[in-house]
């Protein structure tokens, strides 16, 4: 079967460095996402690695080792407005990934202190 | 781009009545839409798949007699809750995925049901 699994919580001090780790098991891995989402939104698209390897993307960036099942999102020169819950979620191709079917984690909550 | 809505984003409903979840791209089409269900402090959890003009897929223990899917158009899906009950209270949200560079799913701002 697929499974997911991410930190429950996490806190950080504004300015600061964090990482988010997510490992995974799945039989068919066609990519993974990085979905960040505020309390009462809808997810947002954050990152996607499906080669091992880093990702950047201004202050957010992704990492995939898909020999361990691992990823982790880093988050840079954190601000306020990054408290929020951050999704790995993985798509698998033996779980209907043809049709784009993600298979999300229970989501990581990050606090973020002044 | 890629902007999919919802409607309502919040409802307030009695119980034994049932209530519908309109699902939109609004700047793509979309063949597949994706509907998800979360409760307070928990991850999203995938109701259904819906495919446009063919019956929608369900995930396992997910009733399709009282969680109805209508994906009529290549724009639009929607979410019937049938004889709404308080343990349907939930945060729905949509999803679509078009051919993007990623062929990620964008989602909608959501719909909260309470269901009294």
């Known amino acids: 079967g697929q499974n997911i699994d991410q930190p429950t919580e996490m806190t950080a001090t504004e300015g600061a460095i964090v990482q988010i780790n997510c490992t995974y098991q799945?039989?068919?891995?066609?990519?993974l996402f990085w979905y960040q989402q505020h309390a009462g939104e809808a997810p947002t698209f954050l990152s996607y690695?499906?080669?091992?390897g880093l990702e950047e993307k201004g202050r957010f960036s992704s990492f995939l080792s898909r020999s361990k099942g691992y990823s982790y999102l880093l988050l840079k020169e954190l601000q306020m407005k990054d408290s929020a819950s951050y999704l790995c979620?993985?798509?698998?191709?033996?779980?209907?990934?043809?049709?784009?079917?993600?298979?999300f984690g229970t989501g990581t909550l990050l606090a973020v202190q002044p | 781009g890629a902007v999919v809505s919802q409607h309502p984003s919040w409802v307030i409903c009695k119980s034994g009545t049932s209530v519908k979840i309109e699902c939109r791209s609004l700047?793509?089409?979309?063949?597949?839409m994706f509907w998800y269900r979360q409760f307070p402090k928990q991850s999203l959890m995938l109701m259904a798949t819906?495919?446009?003009?063919?019956?929608?897929?369900?995930e396992q223990g997910v009733e399709k007699d009282k969680f109805l899917i209508n994906h009529a158009s290549l724009t639009l899906s929607t979410l019937t809750v049938t004889s709404a009950h308080p343990e349907d209270s939930s945060f729905y949200i949509c999803?679509?995925?078009?051919?993007?560079?990623?062929?990620?799913?964008?989602f909608g701002p959501g719909t909260r049901l309470t269901v009294l």
């Open positions: 999803s679509a995925s078009n051919s993007g560079t990623y062929n990620e799913q964008f």
């Open positions: 799945t039989s068919g891995f066609n990519g």
């Open positions: 690695n499906v080669l091992d």
């Open positions: 979620a993985v798509r698998d191709l033996a779980y209907g990934g043809a049709t784009n079917k993600l298979i």
């Open positions: 700047d793509f089409q979309a063949t597949t």
């Open positions: 819906s495919n446009e003009g063919s019956k929608a897929t369900y």
